[in-house]
T-cell receptor
Framework: ETGVTQTPRHLVMGMTNKKSLKCEQH?????MYWYKQSAKKPLELMFV???????ENNSVPSRFSPECPNSSHLFLHLHTLQPEDSALYLC?????????????FGPGTRLTVL | GQQLNQSPQSMFIQEGEDVSMNCTSS?????WLWYKQDPGEGPVLLIA?????ELTSNGRLTAQFGITRKDSFLNISASIPSDVGIYFC?????????????FGKGTLLTVNP
């Protein structure tokens, strides 16, 4: 059983659609992350939440809107995306944001924007 | 920003062979991590290194934190088919946030039974 779950696993949407990605962690962690993984590019950190407060917004366009209602759940709201936003979106969680706080990743949502 | 150069990009080997991959940077890192990603899954941490010169093993895997703090390598001995996947190096740059990992582009490993 994975400690970090993501839904949906696959999503196809048009550029005018609004959709949301959901992440849930069952590890009792208090930090959560959104990453973007594109082919042949390094993982890109998008957002970080610690104790439900956003501590990092890594120059992400406003068409991506994160929400962290509690320490176990993280959402990524999507609207008016572009085809180049197609990628694997990974959620991760960690016990804290300290130096040795291991990040545990979910399986990702494969997003295709038409 | 900091970049990690990971090589090789891909490897195709026979079962039983040893494998070596590495990451280099022009900047100093104070933590090096090695992850493996299986198809359809997220990355899983294999080995974490926190001290220059540190050599750490995890079963058939061995990784080292370079003495210059600008590189790290991962070795896999006696490869088996389940070693197939993408291996990523990641690091925390000196002076950066403790959670803001920089990732390499990955090494795709294929093991021929």
């Amino acid at each position: 059983e994975t400690g970090v779950t993501q839904t949906p696993r696959h999503l196809v949407m048009g550029m005018t659609n609004k959709k949301s990605l959901k992440c849930e962690q069952h590890l009792g962690h208090n930090a959560m992350y959104w990453y973007k993984q594109s082919a042949k590019k390094p993982l890109e950190l998008m957002f970080v939440y610690s104790l439900e407060e956003r501590v990092e917004n890594n120059s992400v366009p406003s068409r991506f809107s994160p929400e962290c209602p509690n320490s176990s759940h993280l959402f990524l709201h999507l609207h008016t995306l572009q085809p180049e936003d197609s990628a694997l979106y990974l959620c991760a969680s960690s016990q804290g944001t300290g130096l040795s706080s291991e990040q545990f990743f979910g399986p990702g949502t494969r997003l295709t924007v038409l | 920003g900091q970049q990690l150069n990971q090589s090789p990009q891909s490897m195709f080997i026979q079962e039983g062979e040893d494998v070596s991959m590495n990451c280099t940077s022009s900047s100093i890192f104070n933590t090096w991590l090695w992850y493996k990603q299986d198809p359809g899954e997220g990355p899983v941490l294999l080995i974490a290194l926190y001290k220059a010169g540190e050599l750490t093993s995890n079963g058939r895997l061995t990784a080292q934190f370079g003495i210059t703090r600008k590189d790290s390598f991962l070795n896999i001995s006696a490869s088996i088919p389940s070693d197939v996947g993408i291996y990523f190096c990641a690091g925390l740059p000196l002076g950066g946030s403790n959670y803001k990992l920089t990732f390499g582009k990955g090494t795709l490993l294929t093991v021929n039974p």
